[in-house]
């Protein structure tokens, strides 16, 4: 009896608590306000003052200066990934930073850092209450210069370039926003015979080029040492700075050349995967990147079996088997090898190949007969006056 009164008694509170909640939070609902505070600029010192809550709202102007003195503001989640960056005048409403704040930390990547919390305001007295959704607007300020990735980069060109020929650039990053970001390249002088391309993106980005504007000759000149500057749109505007140092490189001039025009190689059909056949070798007269060399190995375009028994090792020259060759014994393969440097505007030179696969009898022989016309299976009718030579079938 006792139970069954308690259990009555509960069913009769719960929607009573149900409905007192949904009152709550529509008073809440209908009562809250925004306010857009500051805008504050970052990096300023803790305790700058940042704007008053009571006044921004008009919640001074609402109520009597007695009911005021009653009134309590609080952040309703003093958890809240904001609301540590801030401190709160219980009594008065006023807002102050509690430590220094950095907009690029806050707001990295974008156009507009606004800070959004909520604060409630609630009487001790009265039934007066208020959520108000806060949110300020943290301004930048200059305190970051372009950088470059790094300090100084080379850059090859050959010599007797074409003129115009261009190179492309790295570009400078500013974690600033807005005009405070990068706005301006310069190559400093004397920047001859080179100059500086600069197209800018709609996303704010750069893309910088080096144009050579004349021909330049190793024997003259071999190295060069240019300044790029980025410069952001500050009113103090701060500057990177990159080096850029050139080097004129040999022209690519000389083909290379291989020790012989024609390769024959031969292999038992036993011979294991990997196995090396030769090696192919060839010489460039020029100096660094256009005298390394790199080979190739190419069968007529109808040849797919040919690339998958051999392979060439592109650094060494080395011929070596890739798969199984007892299928293919009896078998000739005809390829083209191939000698590319690695100039700007490679050269190449070919030589000829032939790979052979021996048979080497490893297993027995056999016959088929194909008969001329067949009267049953493996039968075949001769006339009886059939002269000598007459054709009946073939043995292979």
């Known amino acids: 009896m006792h139970s069954k009164g308690r259990l009555e008694y509960v069913c009769f509170l719960q929607p009573f608590a149900i409905f007192i909640f949904s009152n709550i939070v529509h008073v809440v609902e209908s009562q ?27 919640i001074s102007r609402e109520v009597s200066q007695a009911e005021f003195s009653t009134l309590r503001f609080d952040f309703l989640d003093p958890s809240d990934k904001w609301t540590h960056l801030f401190s709160i005048n219980g009594r008065s409403g006023a807002l102050f930073t509690q430590t220094m704040i950095d907009r690029e930390i806050l707001c990295d990547d974008m156009k507009d850092c606004i800070i959004k919390f909520d604060v409630t305001v609630n009487s001790d007295v009265t039934d007066f209450l208020r959520l108000v959704e806060v949110s300020i607007n943290v301004t930048d300020i200059n305190d970051n210069m372009p950088t470059f990735e790094s300090d100084e980069i080379t850059i090859d060109i050959p010599e007797n370039n074409a003129v115009g020929l261009t190179k492309p650039l790295p570009s400078a990053v500013d974690r600033d926003k807005g005009d405070n970001s990068v706005q301006k390249y310069t190559l400093l002088s004397p920047s001859e015979p080179f100059s500086l391309n600069v197209e800018k993106r709609l996303n704010n980005k ?14 003259k000149q071999d190295k060069y040492k240019l300044l ?8 103090q505007a701060l500057t990177g700075t990159l080096t850029v140092f ?5 022209m690519n001039d000389n083909n290379p050349v291989f020790t012989q025009q024609d390769y024959s190689y031969s292999v038992v059909e036993t011979a294991g995967v990997g196995e090396v056949l030769g090696k192919l070798s060839a010489t460039d007269k020029d100096i660094g990147k256009n005298a390394e060399i790199r080979y190739s190995l ?16 592109q650094f060494t020259g080395e ?9 293919d014994a009896g078998k000739t393969f005809e390829a083209v090898v191939e000698a590319k ?9 070919e030589a000829t190949m032939t790979l052979s696969i021996v048979n080497v009898g490893n297993n027995a022989p056999r016959l088929e007969v194909k008969l001329q016309k067949t009267v049953f299976e493996n039968t075949v009718l001769i006339p009886e006056d059939a002269k000598n030579s007459t054709f009946v079938g073939k043995l292979t």
């Not at 505070?37 to 009571?54: D, F, H, M, S």
């Not at 750069?206 to 024997?219: H, Q, T």
């Not at 790029?228 to 009113?235: I, N, R």
């Not at 190419?298 to 090792?313: C, Q, T, W």
Request: aromatic share 6%; charged share 20%.
């Open 32 to 58: 809250s306000v925004k306010v857009m505070l500051g805008p504050i600029r970052e990096e300023q010192k803790t305790g700058t003052y940042v704007g008053n809550i009571a006044s921004a709202t008009s």
């Open 206 to 219: 750069f893309l910088l080029s080096l144009v050579v504007n004349s021909a330049l000759d190793r024997e």
């Open 228 to 235: 790029l500057t980025a410069a952001d749109g500050g009113q």
């Open 246 to 250: 050139v080097n004129v490189t040999d």
């Open 298 to 313: 190419m069968f007529p375009g109808k040849d797919n079996r040919g690339r998958v028994l051999f392979a060439i090792d």
């Open 319 to 327: 011929i070596t088997i890739k798969s199984q060759l007892q299928y």
């Open 341 to 349: 440097d690695q100039g700007d505007i490679p050269r190449a030179s």
